[in-house]
């Protein structure tokens, strides 16, 4: 297994509304309904996707979705394969197995990824990246942690 391989697939983009068309979020939004929570479900802006064994599986933030078959993700799996000859999958062998790797999906603009299914899954759920604390702006200075920003 590689360790944090990140591949660009600048031939693959995927609509923005690739999680709406798949129904990863009415299933965010009918579990939550089932919670009691109410709202609109809007997914982050990096979305991902692999397959435990034959199910297609979405992550969005701490959300993480099985689908029964969806022959359009099964179709940019199969996409992927043929873009890398083979080399890379998004497809793990068993339901209880990681794959090596997941997509990316950027619903910005499209772009796609390959990344190393630990550390993809890492940066999909972040919720917000946060510089660590220092002597002088830690607790009881009277500064909190500063957030990473432009």
Not at 24 to 42: C, N, Q, S, T
Not at 48 to 63: E, K, M, T
Request: some cysteine; overall charge negative; glycine content about 10%.
């Amino acid at each position: 297994m590689m360790d944090n391989l990140l591949i660009d697939l600048p031939e693959l983009k995927l609509p923005r509304d690739l999680a709406r068309r798949v129904k990863f979020i009415e299933a965010v939004e009918d579990h939550a309904a089932r919670l009691g929570i109410k709202g609109r479900y809007e997914p982050s802006r990096f979305i991902g996707y692999y397959f435990a064994g034959a199910f297609p599986v979405v992550v969005s933030g701490h959300w993480t979705v099985t689908l029964d078959d969806v022959p359009l993700l099964r179709s940019v799996r199969e996409m992927i394969e043929r873009i890398t000859d083979g080399r890379f999958s998004i497809r793990s062998v068993g339901e209880d197995v990681m794959p090596e790797f997941m997509l990316v999906h950027d619903r910005h603009d499209g772009s796609c990824w390959l990344w190393e299914y630990v550390h993809g899954r890492r940066f999909l759920e972040a919720r917000q990246p946060m510089m660590p604390w220092t002597e002088v702006e830690g607790p009881g200075h009277g500064e909190g942690p500063k957030l990473l920003g432009p």
